[in-house]
């Protein structure tokens, strides 16, 4: 059985941050969750404002919960409101339906989520997909 391991996080976590330093984006929160949903790293830069961490952590939460990255969840949002109402009250508030959230894994097996807030949410979501490039981790799907 794979595990997410805490340098994988880590490596997760900073690659993301690298990536929002290189294009030059308002400072960042990363947050890596493992498969079961445990917080595994959470890294807040500089001038991070007092809800990212909880934003990051409700785009990866979020992303695990529904099985999905949470651009798909937006797309749900936008077509279908009250369902995603629903799904953020039956989580009690942990997700976010906002591009953002990654599931990645290695050989096919899911090791956990990534989420990202600083920036808009594509920005954030590209900024996790290089995060988990730079780890060797893949995206999940």
């Known amino acids: ?70 651009r798909d969840l937006a797309g749900l949002a936008e077509f279908n409101p009250p369902l995603v109402s629903g799904f953020v009250a039956i989580s009690q508030g942990r997700m976010l339906p906002a591009a953002g959230g990654v599931l990645f894994g290695v050989d096919g097996a899911l090791l956990g989520a990534v989420g990202v807030s600083g920036a808009m949410p594509d920005q954030d979501e590209a900024c996790a997909i290089a995060g988990l490039a730079a780890a060797g981790v893949q995206q999940h799907d």
Request: include cysteine.
């Open 1 to 70: 059985m794979n595990a997410l391991t805490l340098s994988t996080a880590l490596a997760v976590a900073q690659g993301t941050l690298e990536e929002a330093r290189k294009l030059e984006l308002p400072p960042a929160t990363v947050a890596v969750l493992d498969a079961r949903g445990v917080l595994r790293a959470c890294l807040v830069e500089d001038g991070s404002s007092l809800m990212r961490p909880d934003i990051a952590a409700a785009k990866a939460w979020g992303a695990l919960g529904m099985g999905r990255p949470t």
